[in-house]
Each structure stands twice: as structure tokens, then as C-alpha cells.
């Protein structure tokens, strides 16, 4: 990115493109950036990195292999929206089409805001927002997830609710160009607190390894329990003080600041292991 040029931003979410926190950022960032908006046509939540891709949808079945061809090939359908393009199609879906499809080709993708907070390093794999963000990593584009803990409130919620957390995007998408931020960073997790919350700074986090997911069968059926949301809603996390979650319960923004791909562990086991078989 050139820092004396405003950048050119690809937004897009998993609530869908109509959600509030997607227009609270739109508003923040066209203040400083170039913004395209390319975002699921409805709520697509906690689809986590899917792709459409090789899916019939609602509105065609014209996927094609050839064997022969360079590539696969399969149509996600979409429709003109006020902000930009309503995608029939995931956020990851909308992450490759911005950043291949269109031009110019953009210089940071921004994923948010959502309606709800996205803490821990189990959600990462889990969460759209996250997901597009880090699906931009892997096509080598930086970018910021943007997300604000809503736990706990009922009313429905307005783009104004989301008005900080759209300052803090585009804070960050202001002032990264010249800095090399993104030379070492594929792409940070942004959590800001309830609106209703005056936060008390920002904090550099790693992702919480604290999970407790449960499961029983009780009177014929399989029950899921997730023990962390009560926990979140009493204030009572054991998480480490370096977390991201521990962070946002304490009024602070949470940003954590990741890298592309996984991590590979170097182990003489299981080549001792193939080793004996094979």
C-alpha cells in the first residue's frame, strides 16, 4: 500500500449485507479508503471457511468439470446492492471474487463488523468474519476481522451501535499503510467491547486456548453445551491474562495480530510409524 494514496478496502461479513455492523464499517471506512462492498446476501454465521464452490444454489446448477480444462468451475450467482454486490455465496466466496475478480485488486480486506465477539483459537476455523479475513491471508492480501461482543443486550441493534467499533477499522486501516505492519502480520482479529462499555484502551492479545465444549445424551437426544458462554456472561473466564478474551472482559479492545498457515510440528513419529508399514 502506498501511504500517500487512500487504500482501496474490500469489505465483506457473515451477517449478511444488510446487517448494521457491515454499515457502521462501510460509513467509517469511506472515510478514509476507497471501500467495495462484497458481502452474503443473508446471515451465513459460523459457516467458517466453506466455499459454495461445486454447491447447486438457489438459483443455478451450472457447475461444470472437465477433466480437460485448466480448472473447475462454478457460478456464484449475485445481485446489485446499494453498498455493492449481495453474493449468493459465503463470506469466503466473497473474499476470492473481491480480491480476484474485480479491479483494482484491494489493498487490505476487512471482515465485520460482527454481531458478536470472536475470541479463542477454536472460533477462528469456525467464524465467517474470521474466515474471509483469513481466506484473504492465503490469496496474500492483509487484512482485519471486526468483531464486538453483544452478549447480553436485547434490543436490536443499530449501525450506530457499531460506531466504535467502525472508528477502530478504520484507525487501523488509516494507519497501517508506510508502517510494514503487514510485512510480518497476514491479518489481526479485532474485538471490541459492548457499546454499552466504555473501553479502557486497546490490549495486544494471543487467541485463547480455554475451550469447554460438552455433550450428553439425555432422553434419547444428543445435547451440546457450551459452558464459555455463561461463563462470558458471568464475567468469569479462566483465561490467561495475554488473551484475547480476558481482554475484552476487562472493557479492553482486543487485537491480536496472527499469521498464515497453521504450524507445522517436526515429529520422528510418524515416519517411525510409516516407516513399519510401508
Known sequence: MDPNDAPHVLLTNDDGIDAPGLRALYDALTEVATVTVI???RNRSAVGRSLSYGRTSSESDDFSIDLEADA???PVPHADH???????GTPCDCTIVGVNALEPTPDLVVSGCNSGANLGAYVFSRSGTVSAAMEAAFLGTPSIAVSMDTLGMESELEPEDFAHAGEIAAALVEGSPGTGLFDRVDYLNVNVPRPDVDDDGFELTR???????DAALEDGQFQLTNRLWQQMANRDIPDPEDTDRHALLEGQI?????????DVVQTDAVRTILDDIL
Request: aromatic share 14%; glycine share 4%; no cysteine.
Open 254 to 262: 482486543s487485537v491480536s495480530p496472527m499469521r498464515v498457515p497453521y
Open 39 to 41: 458481502a452474503p446476501d
Open 72 to 74: 473447475f468451475t462454478s
Open 82 to 88: 446499494e453498498l455493492g454486490y449481495a453474493v449468493d
Open 207 to 213: 487467541p485463547t486456548e480455554v475451550y469447554e465444549m
